[in-house]
C-alpha cells in the first residue's frame, strides 16, 4: 500500500473481523500515513494505547469542526458535540450529563421493554420468515430515541420513517441528504414547541432546567446527536449480535436465561464488533510526536476504534468472543471527553432485547446460510444489510 494513497482499509471487513492489512499496520506502522485529495496528510492510529491517549487528550488534540471547513468541506456545521471542543463542549455536554445518569435511565426501562414487546408482537403477527433488521433492530432504537425525548405519540411514524430514510443510501446521497435536512426540519419544530410548553421528555426538562440558557438550534442539535449517535449504532449492535449468538448457540442459551452473564456478552460484543470503525477525527493542535511519529500543527489523526479494540495488548485471542475474560475497557464508545454520553442507554437497550427476542422465539434461526447474509461495505457504522430468520 502506498503512502501517497487514501486507502479504506479502515473501513474494511470480513464478516465480523477487520482486515487483516488493518491488523499488519498495527503491528508494522502504528501511526500511517495517507494522503487524501489535496495533498493533505491523514493519520491512522490503530493500537490501544495509542488511540486511548488521543482521544484523552483535548489539550493537544481538537475537534472543531472548523478543521473539517479547513480541509475544503463545504458542508454545513452538523453541530452536536462531536465537533466541539472546550469550553463550548464543556457547556453544552454539562446541560445532557444528568439526564444520562443510571437513575434517569432507569426511568426509561419500563418504556424500553414495552417497545421490545411491540416489535416481538409485530414478527410474531406476520410471521416466519422476517427480515429481523428491519422488524426488530431498525425500530427499537428508533422508538426508544422517541420515548427519550418526548416525540408524541401521533409523531412517531414519521419521526421513524426520517430516521429510516437518512441512513438509507440505496437511493443515492441526495435523497439521504434530503432525509436529514427533513429530519432537522422537524427536530427545530420540536424543540420550539417544547420551548412554549415543556413535556416529559429530555428536551421539555432542559427546557424546564436551563431555560434560555439553550437556544431551539441547540435543543435540536442535542436531538440529532442522539438520533444520530444512537440510531445507526444500536441497530447495528443488535443485527450483529444476534447473529454472532445464532452462530454460537450455547452463548445464546445463556443469554436466552438472563441474568448478569448478558451483560458481560453485551460488552464483550461491543468490544468485538465496534460497530463505529472510526473515531470523529482529531486535528493536532501542535507540532508533536506520537508513537515515534511526527505529526506537524494541523494534520488529521483517524483513530481506528476496531483496529484498536483487537489489540493483542488486551489480553489474549482478541479475535474472539470471551465473555469471562477480564481486559481493560474498550473503546467501541470512544475515550476521553468525547466518550458518547448515550453509552447507558444503549447497553441497556441490548441487555434487554437480546434476551426477550430468545425468549420469544426459542426456534430462532438464520433463514438463508451464513454465507448469504449481507454486511454493509466500506460502512463508517459497520452492520448489516438484511437479517433473515425464521422462527
Not at 12 to 29: C, H, K, N, S, Y
Not at 66 to 77: C, Y
Not at 206 to 215: A, K, M, Q, T, Y
Request: net charge negative.
Amino acid at each position: 500500500m502506498s503512502d501517497n494513497e487514501f486507502p479504506l482499509v479502515q473501513f474494511m471487513r470480513e464478516g465480523f473481523d477487520p482486515v487483516a492489512e488493518l491488523a499488519r499496520i498495527r503491528t508494522e506502522q502504528p501511526v500511517f500515513p495517507m494522503q487524501i485529495p489535496g495533498g493533505q496528510t491523514v493519520w491512522l492510529v490503530t493500537r490501544y494505547e495509542d488511540v486511548r491517549a488521543v482521544l484523552g487528550d483535548a489539550g493537544r488534540f481538537s475537534n472543531d469542526f472548523g478543521n473539517v471547513i479547513g480541509l475544503g468541506a463545504t458542508q454545513e456545521d452538523p453541530g452536536g458535540l462531536g465537533f466541539r471542543d472546550p469550553p463550548e463542549h464543556t457547556r453544552l455536554r454539562r446541560y445532557l450529563t444528568p439526564e444520562f445518569t443510571m437513575r434517569r435511565l432507569r426511568r426509561l426501562e419500563p418504556r424500553i421493554e414495552a417497545i421490545v414487546d411491540d416489535c416481538l408482537d409485530t414478527m410474531e403477527r406476520k410471521g416466519s420468515p422476517v427480515d429481523l433488521v428491519e422488524e426488530f433492530a431498525l425500530p427499537i432504537p428508533s422508538l426508544v430515541v422517541c420515548e427519550l425525548l418526548g416525540v408524541p405519540y401521533e409523531e412517531r411514524s414519521d419521526f421513524l420513517r426520517l430516521s429510516t430514510d437518512r441512513f438509507d443510501f440505496s437511493a443515492g446521497p441526495e435523497a439521504s441528504l434530503a432525509a436529514v435536512n427533513e429530519s432537522m426540519a422537524f427536530l427545530t419544530e420540536l424543540a420550539a414547541r417544547e420551548r412554549k410548553n415543556p413535556g416529559e421528555g429530555l428536551l421539555g426538562q432542559l427546557v424546564r432546567d436551563h431555560g434560555d440558557e439553550i437556544s431551539d438550534k441547540e435543543l435540536a442539535g442535542f436531538a440529532d446527536g442522539l438520533l444520530t449517535g444512537g440510531h445507526d449504532t444500536s441497530t447495528s449492535m443488535l443485527a450483529l449480535g444476534t447473529l454472532w449468538l445464532l452462530e454460537n448457540p450455547e452463548e445464546l442459551a445463556r443469554v436466552r436465561e438472563g441474568g448478569e452473564h448478558v451483560t458481560r456478552v453485551v460488552e464483550e460484543l461491543l468490544r468485538y464488533m465496534t460497530v463505529v470503525q472510526v473515531a470523529f477525527p482529531r486535528f493536532a493542535r501542535e507540532d508533536m510526536e506520537l508513537a515515534g511519529q511526527p505529526i506537524a500543527k494541523g494534520e488529521m489523526v483517524l483513530c481506528s476504534l476496531a483496529a484498536a479494540n483487537r489489540d493483542s495488548a488486551l489480553g489474549v485471542d482478541m479475535d474472539t468472543v470471551r465473555p469471562m475474560r477480564e481486559a481493560p475497557s474498550h473503546l467501541a464508545f470512544g475515550h476521553g471527553i468525547h466518550r458518547c454520553i448515550g453509552a447507558p442507554l444503549a447497553q441497556m437497550e441490548m441487555r434487554i432485547a437480546y434476551p426477550a427476542l430468545l425468549r420469544r422465539f426459542p426456534e430462532l434461526r438464520l433463514a438463508v446460510p451464513y454465507e448469504e447474509v449481507p454486511f454493509r461495505e466500506l460502512a463508517i457504522v459497520y452492520g448489516l444489510k438484511r437479517l433473515p430468520v425464521a422462527f
